[in-house]
């Protein structure tokens, strides 16, 4: 048993150093796939007395990075961007924001563009300038 085993124990050696590295090598040239997606747009937190202009767009373009079968599988209405308001002060009118994927699977990463939101008091959709101009 010990010769079996020691036995052109170099040649055993530089065998397992090749299957490693060609192991490694295939496992490094994994494929990955780039598919452009348009997501649903849920905006969260919005503070009191606003509400969203009835013109803002509710979709934001996502570029999502990762294996050919898993992004092949994915379905846009399974996915959402969402983007939390909280901190916002209730003054501000237009806020560009960056948003935040949900329920991505692993292995699979996501970048969305940046989207502008803008804001109106609640009781009256119409922009105070908007008001002014029809005055006029």
Not at 14 to 43: G, N, P
Not at 46 to 52: E, F, N, R, S, V
Not at 55 to 82: C, F, H, M, W, Y
Request: hydrophobic residues 40%.
């Amino acid at each position: 048993m010990r010769r079996w085993l020691f036995e052109n124990l170099r040649l055993k050696l530089l065998a397992l150093f090749i299957a490693c590295a060609l192991w490694a090598y295939q496992d490094s040239k994994q494929v990955l796939e780039h598919r452009k997606m348009t997501l649903h747009l849920d905006v969260t937190d919005i503070p009191a007395g606003m509400d969203l202009d009835p013109n803002v767009r509710t979709s934001a373009s996502v570029l999502l990075v990762g294996n050919k079968e898993t992004i092949q599988d994915l379905d846009p209405e399974d996915l959402s961007a969402t983007v939390s308001l909280k901190d916002t002060p209730a003054n501000q009118g237009e806020i560009i924001v960056h948003p935040k994927i949900q329920s991505l699977p692993k292995g699979v990463t996501g970048s969305v563009r940046e989207v502008k939101i803008r804001l109106v008091t609640a009781n009256n959709p119409i922009d105070s300038s908007k008001k002014r101009s029809r005055k006029n």
